[in-house]
């Protein structure tokens, strides 16, 4: 049970006990962030769903209340499901969300704070004339869900995204409505991607090259709008960078080819079901998401929880690309930092592994830079026929001209268990060069019944910049930051011997022509922390 124990996260937000999936209707008010979330009070497997609601002043320092939404009504008995809040002029809260209905069907309901007052916003009220929406006739009642945050259109009505499907294709339906209870499907949709299948927990917000965060509801010149959806079939969030037309009420994808559905995603790992919001706080836009286990049902059951959620990232426009995101742990992160050791230009030959002595590892953050010989790759001759791809080259262990190099974290000294977070360097049939950045989850447990996968995918390098990757841990979850976050993966892993003490990390290069330097930071990360009687939870 230690083990299990120690699996818990010090700096990742859970409810510390039973079953949580979707962040729902986070919103910043009267001077607190509030995060709801799908919550299965009595299992820690998915069940009845109620909303878990826990309040703070930085997204770091959480107070968990009591639940904001319990099953008590026949439109939502089977389920209090995924919605969003949307600020009205006044700063009034409503929050619309899907419930399941006694009879399974999808129907959208309102509610909203019982004392504005009360910044905590402990008590919810749903209203007298829920359900407020319910299922068009040619949609299946099943697939009819997950509310966007709601923004204002010219002609001053509020405008919401649904997600759902016909047959194969994903679809994003728009309503608009004066007061929140009756509502007009408007003509034709926001969009469609075909194959897609069912579109849950879509999301849809501005992002500008020159602004950090825009409000939703935000057009105009230098305005792109991104389209996500959490894709029902793979489990994975999607998203495309398009131009929304306010007239026609359509968004167009700026490459079709990288739709929704079939081209970026917001991580490469295990990421589902997120959603933003505008922080008028601080101008930023926060992105939370719901990572779940990728260990046994049993085990989550023997450990009384299960999933938790990813660090709150800011999300924006990368202003260099244009064509992608950046996602960054927010700035509040930094603040329970502690014990930084620098490492300067560690020089890393071919087939190099160099541990590293920085105390305990379980809880880190991790900034490296990394330099590669730029005369070596371009003298490479033509490089492979066969595509590199993370998930199917046989991970950090297959050894190629230009990469893998990187961090080994949560790994033990006799490398029975090991994390390699890295980079690989692939030179195709042409010549042209790609970066991947990649997690090898294939050697990072000893146990049997836990998901092994190797993620990852091409993040893009700019002329002038070196490598550089930032890795948190935190017990059971890795997450990977590329290139200031263009690329991100998350990975769920339970080490069994590299754990406590006995973890550490190292840096490798197993390349096998190239040699690279590389500059780290690492921190301790706090909030949970081990005494003699155990772990404990130093949170609010
Ligand atoms: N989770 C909710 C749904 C949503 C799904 C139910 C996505 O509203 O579509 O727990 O994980």
């Not at 085990?299 to 959620?309: E, P």
């Not at 910049?465 to 200031?484: N, T």
């Amino acid at each position: 049970t230690d083990m299990l124990d120690w699996q818990a996260p010090a700096f990742h937000f859970y409810p510390g006990e039973n079953w949580m999936n979707d962040p729902n209707g986070p919103v910043f008010y009267k001077g607190w962030y509030h995060l709801f979330y799908q919550y299965s009070p009595e299992a820690a497997v998915w069940g009845p769903i109620v909303w878990g609601h826990a309040v703070s002043r930085d997204m770091v320092h959480w107070r968990h209340l009591p639940i904001a939404m319990e099953r008590d009504e026949w439109y939502d008995v089977n389920g209090v499901w995924t919605g969003s809040t949307t600020i009205l002029p006044n700063n009034k809260l409503v929050v619309l969300y899907t419930g399941s209905t006694n009879e399974s069907v999808q129907v959208q309901n309102l509610a909203y704070p019982a004392n504005p007052s009360d910044p905590l916003l402990v008590n919810w009220v749903k209203d007298p004339a829920n359900p407020v929406l319910v299922p068009p006739s040619w949609i299946d009642i099943k697939d009819f869900r997950d509310p966007t945050t709601a923004w204002l259109t010219p002609e001053g009505k509020w405008r919401m995204v649904i997600g759902s499907k016909v047959n194969r294709t994903g679809i994003a339906l728009l309503y608009d409505t004066d007061d929140f209870k009756s509502y007009e499907l408007q003509d034709g949709w926001l969009h469609d991607v075909a194959g897609t299948g069912m579109w849950e927990c879509v999301d849809f917000y501005p992002v500008s090259k020159d602004d950090f965060g825009l409000d939703t509801g935000t057009f105009g010149p230098g305005v792109k709008h991104v389209l996500k959806a959490s894709m029902d079939d793979d489990r994975c969030d999607y998203y495309a960078l398009g131009d929304y037309d306010l007239r026609e009420g359509k968004w167009v994808p700026d490459d079709r080819a990288i739709d929704v559905g079939i081209g970026l995603r917001y991580d490469y790992g295990i990421y589902y079901a997120s959603k933003t919001f505008y922080d008028q706080h601080k101008k930023r836009r926060i992105l939370w998401s719901w990572i779940k286990e990728t260990d046994s049902e049993k085990t989550d059951i023997k450990k009384g929880w299960a999933s938790l959620m990813a660090l709150p990232r800011t999300v924006a426009l990368d202003p260099k690309t244009g064509s992608n995101l950046l996602q960054w742990p927010i700035e509040e992160l930094d603040k329970i930092r502690s014990n930084l050791k620098e490492f300067n230009n560690v020089k890393l030959e071919p087939g190099s592994l160099e541990p590293l002595s920085v105390g305990p590892t379980s809880q880190l953050d991790v900034m490296i830079e990394i330099e590669v010989d730029k005369k070596v790759v371009s003298g490479l001759k033509v490089g492979s026929k066969v595509p590199y791809n993370c998930a199917h080259h046989g991970g950090a262990g297959v050894r190629d001209a230009l990469g893998p190099f990187g961090l080994l974290v949560l790994a033990n000294k006799n490398l029975t268990e090991y994390t390699p977070t890295y980079f690989y360097i692939a030179k195709d049939k042409h010549g042209d060069l790609s970066t991947f950045f990649c997690i090898d989850q294939s050697k990072s447990s000893i146990a049997k019944d836990v998901d092994k996968s190797i993620y990852g995918s091409t993040v893009p390098i700019l002329e002038d910049e070196k490598l550089s990757m930032r890795i948190l841990v935190d017990h059971s979850i890795v997450e990977g930051y590329a290139q200031g976050g263009r690329t991100c993966i998350t990975s769920r892993v339970y080490p069994t011997e590299a754990i406590n003490d006995d973890a550490q990390i190292f840096l490798f290069n197993n390349a096998t022509n190239v040699t690279v330097i590389a500059s780290l930071k690492v921190w301790q990360m706090g909030l949970k922390t081990k005494n003699e009687s155990g772990w404990v939870w130093l949170g609010p």
